[in-house]
């Protein structure tokens, strides 16, 4: 017989402000099978806790009913006292009476009749709950970290320093994302190389780092501490062993006029290439689109001159399969081009460029030295007007978050132009100076007081060339939006950030979440920032949100920190909320078909087949088998199988159906 | 003595075959299963017009399948029944050799399933006339008249199960109806029973009926239940452009995860 425990929580006000919690219990009291019911203030406080223990030891319960707020949260607390009190912990269950009833209705009986009626339908499941164990999967302890910018290198050192092995795959040729394009950097404007470079060689060095670059996921299947990570790397067409990086071969590559992506377009590189002189590796490789030899089956001049013969033109891609237990997400973000903008000549003007290729010509290691010269004639810039929230902020152009870097590097574009074009005018058009930080809005105010960069408040309408000059029309929303042109030799667009090229597949592949704009989506976002929803898989810096150094720099940090706490257990113990296949005696053994139709269907590849064998070995039935270790407890097999052969642990079909049925029969 | 005979004699006296599956004359001038196991048996198998009942479902059934090696005479129906029967592990390579009879009345004997795809993918398959028709109307209505048409359909349903008898597919030990812990689909026949249990079957057989139209033809009360899990396939061909029963491979079209299925059906 069932001897059910009923346990009524106030949460504070926030439930017994529209829920009488007597009136819940004293119902509960009356259901068949429950032999105790009570209400407190504060169920997951340690008092309300001893009191599920104590009934738990006085009436010899045999299921607990929680009536309280999200499962959530305080699910593994329940389950915890209940255990501590020697009762199995999945013969407890929440009734959620605070964001399903308290939060949502009114104060009056039909929210009191909610509550109860949420509670009843889990006094029902309960009944049919049966002890679980939980489930011990060993924790492989190398971690995976996807991207190399100032993010995943951060990550990857933290991580290999607690003495884990890493593996970095980045997509291009070289580590350093987008920090290793930036000049000098906002609050301090040190140099950006300066401090990043360094911590690169660090990476290629580390005894516990496998870098692989023009690398990417193929695919990942498994669970946390266990995932089996499948990953491309792409034919470089440069034997990585044999080649010295000498860099005689990109001396001679006829192919010389492809513009660098580094160098966002400003100056051109050759087919066989090292992205940039700091590059790590610093070994080149050859851009198969562009190379002579894959374009029209002649060439070859990299080969004959590379004293080493670490040209391979035959190299195909490799598939690596690698075990890892933690994976970290570091893929950053990227900008909008200039072409996004109808308004701003569609990037048909050469003059008006986006931040990054300020960046590039206010690089000392940039296309002109860092000298601020206009790309269409190399003269020296006298009046450039910064253009701030350029797509950010915008609803109609299908973005309306703040990008959040671009204030900040705005005003360090206008300082950085002051400080190298000293008689010339930068004007900033913005929208609100978002500048909170340590040391951020003192630098803001350096660029305004300081370095004299004229800020406008409003929006650019539109840019058109006249005589050589770039007219910008817009309005002074301080001044009653009075109208105001400027005569502009080159326009800079703080161009909104936007999650990188290709993140939404990568989410798919790792089975995560993500937001409407594809950026990585946090599991908690106060308390879990790093975490996402799939277990084992962390994030860092900008492929979460638009971020700043700093700050990719810390969740890089965080992200490490939730790895090397996961490697700290030799073991993990898993819900044993899994799938399983039926079994019965024989002759039948299973009502399973063996169609294994529910293989294909599993998102986690968790099932595989099993044959069942007589005394001789011979196999008299082959059925479907659910790895626990794999399974997620999803459900989808349960649903899809139509001979009704699997259940879930935990929400059995008999468990739901007697949750609906309780309802139904109010 | 046609081929048929002829073919199912040999097979039975080489050992090839224990039973040969096919079409005898029936009472009142109809065709019904016969089960030669013997030369005489042979004798009196026949083929014509009037065999286009879906023979695939014997294959599995408790007394027919322990005499594997079998041989089937074959319409197109039955070959994608076998096909769909293998592809979901019913039937394995060799266990069957089927006598498919194409439109010429020639007999080709396939020994391996890859020799049914190479027939099959000859063949385009194609919806009877009066079936085509039937589904046209119901298309044309409202949603609503629709309904009621399966409703006043269903309600003469006497859950006789004969649809599931008869369906090559239909070959769960257990049967979801006949799950009682807990009971999904109540026993009753009654209107909302037999609508739980109709689109119960429309369900598990979407994505896998090979449109041979048996479950209608068996009816005793004369639903064109055979209507729903057709109607399924056609959707399934215009979406995915598959169709089931013709390979062994890429049939699976309902049950594959796929991380880029577009969830564009929604809404
Ligand atoms: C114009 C401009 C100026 C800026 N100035 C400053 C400044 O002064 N101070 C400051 O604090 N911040 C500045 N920032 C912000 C700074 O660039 C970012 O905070 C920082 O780059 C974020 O680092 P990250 O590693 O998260 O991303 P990224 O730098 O974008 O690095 C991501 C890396 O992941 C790789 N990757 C992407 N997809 C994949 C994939 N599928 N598989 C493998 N690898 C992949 C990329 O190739 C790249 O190497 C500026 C940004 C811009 C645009
Ligand atoms: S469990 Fe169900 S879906 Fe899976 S192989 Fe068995 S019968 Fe098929
Ligand atoms: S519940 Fe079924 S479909 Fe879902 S992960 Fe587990 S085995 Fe796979
Ligand atoms: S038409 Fe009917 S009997 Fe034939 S396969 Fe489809 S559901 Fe089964
Ligand atoms: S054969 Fe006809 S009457 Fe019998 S269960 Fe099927 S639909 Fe109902």
New binding site residues.
């Given amino acids: 017989m069932a001897r059910i425990g009923v346990f009524i929580c106030h949460c504070g006000e926030n439930i017994s402000a529209t829920v009488d919690c007597a009136k819940v219990s004293e119902l509960a009291a009356g259901l068949p099978g429950v032999v105790y019911s009570t209400d407190y203030k504060y169920m997951c406080s340690d008092p309300g806790q001893s009191k599920i223990k104590e009934a738990i030891r006085e009436h010899n319960l045999t299921g607990v009913v929680v009536s309280a707020c999200s499962p959530r949260m305080h699910e593994p607390t329940f389950r915890k006292a209940c255990a501590e009190a020697g009762l199995n912990p999945y013969l407890c269950e929440m009734a959620n009476i605070r964001e399903h009833c308290s939060w949502v209705h009114e104060k009056g009986d039909a929210t009191t009749q909610k509550a109860f009626d949420l509670t009843r339908t889990l006094v029902e499941k309960v009944k049919n709950n049966h002890p679980l164990e939980s489930i011990k999967v060993p924790v492989n302890k190398t971690a995976i970290v ?9 990550a990857s050192l933290d991580i290999a320093n607690g003495g884990h092995q890493v593996i970095l ?4 040729p ?9 000049s ?4 301090t404007l040190d140099c ?1 190389q300066c401090i990043l470079t360094p911590r690169m060689v660090e990476v290629a060095q580390h005894p516990n780092i496998t870098l692989y670059t023009c ?3 193929e695919s990942m299947d498994g669970f946390i501490g266990n995932f089996n990570v499948k990953i491309r790397k792409k034919a470089k067409s440069v034997n990585e062993k044999l080649c010295t990086g000498c860099g005689l071969c990109t001396t001679k590559c006829p192919t010389k006029n492809i513009p660098s992506e580094f160098e966002q377009g400003l100056a051109n590189r050759t087919a066989i290439y090292v992205p940039f002189p700091q590059a790590v590796p610093n070994k080149p490789v050859i851009d198969r689109a562009n190379c002579r030899y894959f374009l029209t089956g002649k060439c070859k001049v990299c080969q004959k001159l590379c004293p080493t013969g670490a040209i391979d033109f035959e190299q195909e891609d490799e598939i690596i399969d690698v075990k890892a237990g933690a994976i970290v997400l ?6 909008k081009n200039t072409d996004f903008f109808p308004e701003y000549g569609y990037g048909k003007y050469k003059d008006v460029i ?3 290729q ?2 590039r010509l206010a690089s000392a290691s940039g296309p002109t030295q860092g000298a601020i010269r206009r790309p269409s004639d190399g003269k020296t810039p006298e009046k450039v007007v910064f253009i701030a929230c350029a797509g950010s902020r915008d609803p109609a152009k299908g973005i309306p978050y703040c990008s959040k ?2 204030c ?2 705005t005003a ?2 206008a300082m950085l132009y002051k400080h190298k074009v000293h008689e010339g005018t930068p004007y900033v058009f913005y929208m609100d100076i978002r500048a909170a930080g340590k040391n951020y809005d003192e630098f803001t105010r350096r660029a305004i007081e300081e370095d004299g960069a004229k800020y406008i408040r409003g929006r650019v309408s539109n840019i058109y060339e006249k005589d050589g000059k770039l007219i910008v029309r817009g309005a002074d929303t301080l001044l009653g939006g009075k109208p105001v042109e400027i005569d502009a030799d080159m326009v800079v667009l ?1 161009t909104a ?1 936007v999650s ?4 939404e597949s ?1 989410a798919q592949k790792l089975h995560v979440s993500y937001d409407p704009y594809k950026f990585f989506a946090e599991a908690h976002p106060k308390l879990k920032p790093v975490e996402t929803n799939t277990a084992g898989i962390y994030l ?4 979460q949100a ?7 720099v810390a ?2 940090s965080g992200a490490a920190a939730k790895v090397i706490c996961l490697f700290s257990n030799d073991e993990l113990t898993r819900e044993p909320i899994v799938a399983k296949v039926n079994r019965m005696p024989p002759p039948i053994f299973s009502t399973c078909m063996g169609c294994e139709m529910c293989i294909s269907i599993c998102p986690y590849q968790a099932i595989d087949k099993e044959n069942i064998t007589n005394r001789n070995g011979e196999v008299i039935k082959t059925i479907a088998k659910i790895n626990p270790g794999l399974c997620q407890g999803c459900g989808t097999c349960v649903a899809f199988c139509k001979s009704k052969s699997i259940d879930l642990e935990g929400y059995s079909n008999k468990q739901v159906y007697e949750e609906v049925l309780a309802l139904l029969n109010n | 003595m046609g081929a048929i005979n002829e073919i199912a004699a040999r097979l039975l006296e080489t050992g090839e075959a224990k039973v040969v599956i096919g079409y005898g004359e029936g009472s009142f001038g109809s065709v019904r299963p016969a089960f030669a196991r013997n030369q005489e048996e042979a004798e009196k198998l026949i083929y014509d017009k009037r065999c286009t009942q879906n023979l695939a479902m014997y294959v599995y059934k408790k007394e027919i399948s322990p005499l594997r090696k079998l041989a089937i005479v074959a319409n197109v129906s039955t070959l994608r029944g076998i096909i769909r029967l293998a592809s979901e592990n019913q039937i394995k390579n060799g266990d069957i050799i089927t006598l498919y009879i194409n439109e010429l009345g020639e007999v080709i004997e396939c020994k391996a399933l890859s020799e049914i795809e190479i027939c099959l993918a000859e063949i385009t398959p194609e919806i009877k006339p009066e079936d085509k028709e039937l589904i046209d109307k119901l298309d044309a209505m409202t949603p609503q008249e629709r309904w009621n048409f399966w409703i006043s359909e269903m309600e003469s349903c006497i859950k006789c199960y004969a649809c599931r008898q008869a369906c090559p597919l239909c070959y769960c030990t257990q049967c979801a109806v006949e799950v009682n812990q807990p009971q999904w689909i109540p026993v009753a026949a009654n209107t909302s029973g037999n609508l739980e249990w109709h689109i119960t079957r429309a369900m598990h057989l979407s994505g896998r009926c090979v449109e041979c139209g048996q479950c209608g033809e068996a009816c005793p009360v004369n639903i064109p239940i055979h209507l729903l899990p057709i109607k399924l396939a056609e959707e399934i061909k215009n979406i995915y452009g598959t169709v089931s029963g013709m390979k062994i491979q890429e049939s699976n079209t309902l049950s594959t995860f796929k991380p880029d299925d577009k969830e564009n059906f929604i809404g």
Avoid at chain 1, 540 to 543: L, M, P, S, V
């Fill in positions: 996807i991207g190399g910018g100032v993010a995943g290198i951060q795959v980045e997509k291009q070289s580590i350093g994302g987008h920090m290793s394009q930036l000098e950097t906002f609050p950006s690398s990417e996921i570091a893929t950053g973000f990227e900008i986006n931040g990054l300020f960046e870097i671009c900040m590097y360090k574009h703080a950030a990188c090229d290709g993140s990568l860092a810096g900008a492929c638009p971020k700043d150094i700093p700050e990719s969740a890089a």
